[in-house]
């Protein structure tokens, strides 16, 4: 890739009741990034590469966050969120933005002229996301059908952290959704809920084991009390 390479130019043309018109518009292939999403951990470095290999006839190259100006060529203007954590390399303008917090979460535009014309803006999302610990698994009821004998068992997934998925897997079934109804029955013993909670970098599991037991020798009105709590 050249640099201060021309931008290609695509051309359309509509016919009007005002005659033909014909409408040019840059573009440039191998510069578009469209919908790039980089997810890093809280603590890490993050290097956002521009598309510009040389300084070579560069008349403007500015990062811009959430649309405010980061750095622009010659000065070193900072945003007061990223004192002493940001850095753009003179040589190829690629952004390196240390010590990551969940705030610097966003979008981050690379705008650039080369020889005074325009260039695509290179745009990508950063997820920076917050370290995820087991995720705290509990039973909340446990009601057992009188007729079939069988226990159907509601659970609860939490965690601190937001923007994760949750994915339950009992046996062979999985299931999404940070709540769980499952039936089971006392001829299944020992059945193990595990809850996985994932973040697109991590994924932690938590497991809990829940019996429907064979208990009838009385019919208690409560119904989580004839089937036996084995919280992990
Ligand atoms: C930009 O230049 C710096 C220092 O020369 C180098 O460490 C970095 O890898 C370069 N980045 C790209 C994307 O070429
Ligand atoms: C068990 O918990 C679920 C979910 O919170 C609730 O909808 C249901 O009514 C509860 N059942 C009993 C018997 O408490
Ligand atoms: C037992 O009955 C309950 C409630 O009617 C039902 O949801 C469950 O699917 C039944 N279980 C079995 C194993 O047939
Ligand atoms: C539960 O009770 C049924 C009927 O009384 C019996 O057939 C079955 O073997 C028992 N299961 C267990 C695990 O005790
Ligand atoms: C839950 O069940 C699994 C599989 O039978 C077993 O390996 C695990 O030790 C059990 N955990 C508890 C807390 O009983």
Redesign the pocket.
């Known amino acids: 890739m050249a640099a201060g390479r021309l931008p290609r130019l695509t051309c359309f043309f509509t016919f009007s009741v005002l005659g033909l018109l014909g409408v040019c518009i840059p573009h440039d292939v191998e510069a578009s990034n469209e919908g790039s999403v980089i997810h890093k951990n809280v603590g890490e470095t993050v290097?956002l590469?521009s598309d510009l290999l040389s300084t070579e006839g560069v008349t403007v190259a500015e990062w811009r966050y959430g649309g405010i100006r980061l750095t622009s060529t010659g000065t070193a203007k900072e945003n007061p969120q990223f004192k002493g954590r940001i850095q753009i390399?003179p040589?190829?303008f690629?952004l390196t933005v240390r010590n990551l917090t969940p705030q610097d979460s966003g979008d981050y535009s690379f705008v650039s002229e080369v020889n005074y014309l325009q260039r695509p803006t290179v745009t990508f999302t950063l997820r920076v996301h917050e370290p995820i610990k087991k995720p705290l698994l509990s039973i909340i009821n446990v009601t057992r059908d009188a007729l079939n004998r069988s226990c159907t068992v509601f659970l609860e997934c939490s965690t601190s952290v937001h923007d994760v998925s949750y994915s339950w897997t009992v046996g062979s079934q999985k299931k999404s959704g940070s709540k769980l109804q499952h039936v089971i029955r006392p001829q299944d013993g020992e059945i193990t809920f595990t809850c996985t909670i994932s973040d697109q970098i991590t994924e932690v599991s938590s497991s809990i084991n829940q019996t429907c037991s064979n208990d009838t020798s009385t019919d208690k009105p409560d119904p989580a009390s004839s089937c036996d709590l084995m919280p992990n």
């Open positions: 290097e590469k390399n040589q190829n690629s």
